[in-house]
C-alpha cells in the first residue's frame, strides 16, 4: 500500500489549518494601547554635565525674601470650559480643540497646579503663613485663580505650549479686590508629539508661577501690616 497521498494529506491539511488560524487571529480586535500619565510639577530642569566638561558659572546669590507679615489663604485653582479634564489638550486650527488619544494627564490640570501655586507663593516671600484652601486657617489675605489655557498647538512650528492663568487677589474679610492680573506663557516643544508638549508646559507653568509668586508678593508689600495673633500665655494650674 502506497502511504505517500496520505502523507500528503496530512501536511495539506496541516497548511490548512495553520492559514486557517493565521486568519482568525487578524480577525480578533487588538488589545487596546494602554496610556501614557503625565505630571506637571513645575521642577527645574537639570542638565547632565560631560564628563570632563568645564563645570557651569556659580548662580548669583539669591536676594533675601520678601517679609510681610500677612496670612494668605490660596484657593484651589478654577478651571475654564475645556480644561477642567485630565485629557491633554491640542490644536491643528483655530477654535478646534482635539485630545490625545493615548496621554493623559494624572490629574486634572488644575489639581495638579493647587500645591505648586502654595509652593511658589512661599518661596517668593516670607509670610506671616500661607495656607492652602480648604483649611480651617483663617487669614487677612486670599488668592484665587482660574486655569484658563493649557494646549499645545500645531498651527505653528514648532509646535507651542500656551498655559495662561488669572490671579486676584482680595482682601479676606470684605471680599474687596486689591489686585488681579493674567499670566500668558508660551513655549516651544522640543517635539511634535504629546511628550514634547508636556515638557513644553512644564517649562510654561514653571515661568508663570514664578510671576505670580512676585506678582503676589509685590502686591501685599504694599498692603498695611495686620495685627499680629496674640501670643500663647502660659496655664497656670
Not at 59 to 80: E, K, N, W, Y
Not at 172 to 193: I, N, Q, Y
Not at 200 to 215: D, I, M, P, S, W
Request: proline share 12%.
Amino acid at each position: 500500500m502506497n502511504k505517500h497521498p496520505l502523507r500528503h494529506l496530512r501536511c495539506a491539511l496541516a497548511a490548512l489549518l495553520l492559514t486557517l488560524l493565521g486568519a482568525c487571529s487578524s480577525l480578533l480586535p487588538k488589545p487596546p494601547v494602554p496610556p501614557a500619565f503625565y505630571l506637571i510639577d513645575a521642577a527645574p530642569l537639570v542638565a547632565p554635565v560631560a564628563t570632563g566638561a568645564p563645570l557651569p558659572p556659580a548662580a548669583p546669590p539669591a536676594q533675601p525674601p520678601i517679609t510681610l507679615p500677612h496670612t494668605l489663604i490660596v484657593s484651589g485653582p478654577l478651571s475654564a470650559a475645556g480644561v477642567d479634564s485630565p485629557r491633554i489638550l491640542y490644536l491643528r486650527q483655530p477654535h478646534q480643540l482635539l485630545y490625545f488619544a493615548h496621554s493623559e494627564w494624572v490629574d486634572t490640570p488644575a489639581r495638579m497646579l493647587a500645591p505648586l501655586l502654595v509652593k511658589a507663593i512661599d518661596g517668593a516671600a516670607t509670610w506671616r503663613a500661607v495656607v492652602g484652601a480648604p483649611s480651617a486657617a483663617s487669614g487677612d489675605l486670599r488668592l484665587e485663580t482660574t486655569l484658563l489655557r493649557l494646549q499645545q498647538d500645531f498651527t505653528s512650528t514648532p509646535s507651542q505650549v500656551r498655559f495662561t492663568l488669572r490671579a486676584t487677589l482680595l482682601d479676606a474679610g470684605s471680599r474687596r479686590v486689591l489686585a488681579w492680573r493674567e499670566f500668558d506663557a508660551r513655549v516651544a516643544a522640543p517635539s511634535e508629539d504629546a511628550a514634547g508638549g508636556v515638557a513644553a508646559a512644564n517649562r510654561a507653568v514653571r515661568q508663570v508661577l514664578t510671576e505670580l509668586g512676585a506678582f503676589t508678593a509685590d502686591t501685599a508689600r504694599g498692603l498695611p501690616a495686620t495685627a499680629a495673633p496674640p501670643a500663647a500665655v502660659p496655664t497656670t494650674r
